[in-house]
T-cell receptor, first 114, second 115 residues
């Protein structure tokens, strides 16, 4: 069974631009969660999507948004990029809502904002 | 405010000895705890978990201990092997109700196993 895949793996953008990251969950998994990993803050929860609906949201500004499609694939969008958005963005999938189920992580997208 | 804290950024242990990684949390509502292991350029992989109704869970060389009164958990790896060298993240969540805030992670501890 294929694991969680994320595209692109690496991305370089400049301040003010916007970016869209993609995540394909493990087949059959209905929940997709997004996390930001930075050296200073560690892994921080962004949001979780389940059945095309955002179920949970972390403490991030509205510039961070996402969506989930009917095939459970998810995209995350960051608008008006700031230097501090440079991070590894991880996506994780689980069969049902993440709190009740083990999450499987993708390799991440490394975003660099110049 | 860091709700899950891993106060040791790195830990060096000799091969064959016991590795003990510590984690403290402040939110008494957390009732499910997990440890993840992360190699460079890969996403975290689940290692072991424990529910708040238990104080110990064992899986092979890995044992997690939970002290609810102290809001402290630890991961024991024995014996430590070179392949255990990685960053270990402690995470906590509200298990019941579907995890209201997703997983809250510590900043990680880089475990280095020396031959």
């Amino acid at each position: 069974k294929a694991g969680v895949t994320q595209t692109p793996r690496y991305l370089i953008k400049t301040r003010g631009q916007q970016v869209t990251l993609s995540c394909s969950p493990i087949s059959g998994h209905r929940s997709v969660s997004w996390y930001q990993q930075t050296p200073g803050q560690g892994l921080q929860f962004l949001f979780e999507y389940f059945s095309e609906t955002q179920r949970n949201k972390g403490n991030f500004p509205g510039r961070f948004s996402g969506r989930q499609f009917s095939n459970s694939r998810s995209e995350m969008n960051v608008s008006t990029l700031e230097l501090g958005d440079s991070a590894l963005y991880l996506c994780a999938s689980s069969l049902e809502l993440a709190g009740d189920n083990e999450q499987f992580f993708g390799p991440g997208t490394r975003l660099t904002v110049l | 405010d860091q709700q899950v804290k891993q106060n040791s950024p790195s830990l060096s242990v000799q091969e064959g000895r016991i590795s003990i990684l510590n984690c403290d949390y402040t939110n008494s509502m957390f009732d499910y705890f997990l440890w993840y292991k992360k190699y460079p350029a890969e996403g975290p992989t689940f290692l072991i978990s424990i529910s708040s109704i238990k104080d110990k869970n064992e899986d092979g060389r890995f044992t997690v201990f939970l002290n609810k009164s102290a809001k402290h958990l630890s991961l024991h790896i024995v014996p430590s092997q070179p392949g255990d060298s990685a960053v270990y993240f402690c995470a906590a969540t509200l298990y019941s109700g579907g995890g209201a805030d997703g997983l809250t992670f510590g900043k990680g501890t880089h475990l280095i196993i020396q031959p």
